[in-house]
């Protein structure tokens, strides 16, 4: 780049770690430079003897309206010599990586297993704290319990209209019930086959009740180019559909003991205009032993 027509210097090695957030995510997706503001998430990860590891952040869900569309940032990757290597879907930042093949064209991170779980809480911890809709940091949820770390404070369900819930606040909950109907699915959207209302009055009109229970579905994956990254570092098994969903499942059975039943049933799940909304849901009984 020249500066009054005299070479001037705009990349350092090593400036990565340094630079403004927002310098660092205009370099890596320049678009984004019109585009939303984020909390100040990116954070340093360092292995064995301070060496650099990454600067990184949760890609938090939110939509941007650009040139006429919506558009979703997705400026993470893996570098080898400084050169990117591959994309980190569902992570913002730099990571440093290993090659995977002999062009170099693929690579992994290398972050450890503890590394990555320490990021995560942190992450955790700074989503939680920060001004974000519930709905996004719930999604977020899904990234730091993959990553192998604590949730903090972030909502992982939506109780009734509009009651999210953490972690010990859906624990302590779980105390005092022996009956959940649970939404592993997300919101509910109108059936042609189901409801006997029009599509208008059920996505303006639909209320939920207040004893129905909604677990987000999945918007972050998280993978690096097509590798099974992180898991291939976290060991952990590959949920049936979500890590919240097991999140819940696991909280129940905690909670619960052993004294759990699980059906699938046809059961009311709100209104619109006053006529019923029914949906097939998971329900979950608890057997209280009789001393």
Not at 158 to 186: K, P
């Amino acid at each position: 780049m020249k500066e009054n027509g005299i070479p001037a210097l705009t990349i350092t090695p090593g400036d990565w770690l340094t630079l403004d957030d927002d310098k660092l995510y205009s370099r890596l997706d320049p678009l984004l430079q019109h585009g939303r503001k984020r909390p100040s998430a990116l954070r340093s990860i360092f292995g064995e003897n301070e060496q650099p590891l990454g600067r990184v952040a949760i890609n938090v869900p939110t939509l941007t309206w650009m040139l006429g569309s919506r558009y979703v940032s997705d400026s993470g990757c893996v570098t080898i010599g400084g050169l990117r290597a591959e994309k980190v879907h569902g992570i913002e930042g730099i990571f440093i990586g290993k090659a995977c093949t002999a062009t170099r064209d693929s690579a992994l991170p290398l972050v450890t297993r503890e590394g990555l779980a320490a990021w995560a809480s942190e992450q955790a911890r700074i989503i939680s704290a920060s001004k974000f809709d519930e709905l996004p940091k719930a999604q977020c949820a899904e990234v730091v319990l993959e990553c192998g770390g604590e949730l903090a404070e972030l909502p992982i369900v939506r109780w009734g209209q509009g009651v999210w819930l953490n972690t010990d606040e859906f624990r302590r909950r779980l105390t005092s019930l022996s009956e959940l109907m649970v939404n592993f699915n997300g919101d509910f959207h109108y059936d042609e086959d189901e409801d006997e209302v029009h599509p208008h009055d059920f996505s303006s009109w639909f209320e939920i009740d207040a004893d129905i229970i909604v677990v987000p579905e999945r918007a972050i994956f998280l993978k690096a180019g097509r590798q099974t990254w992180p898991r291939s570092i976290t060991g952990q098994p590959i949920p049936r559909d979500s890590n919240l969903a097991e999140e819940v499942r696991r909280l129940i059975a905690q909670v619960w003991g052993d004294g759990v039943i699980k059906d699938s049933e046809d059961r009311k799940i709100g209104t619109v205009h006053g006529t019923p909304i029914r949906r097939e849901m998971t329900i979950f009984h608890r057997v209280l032993k009789i001393r």
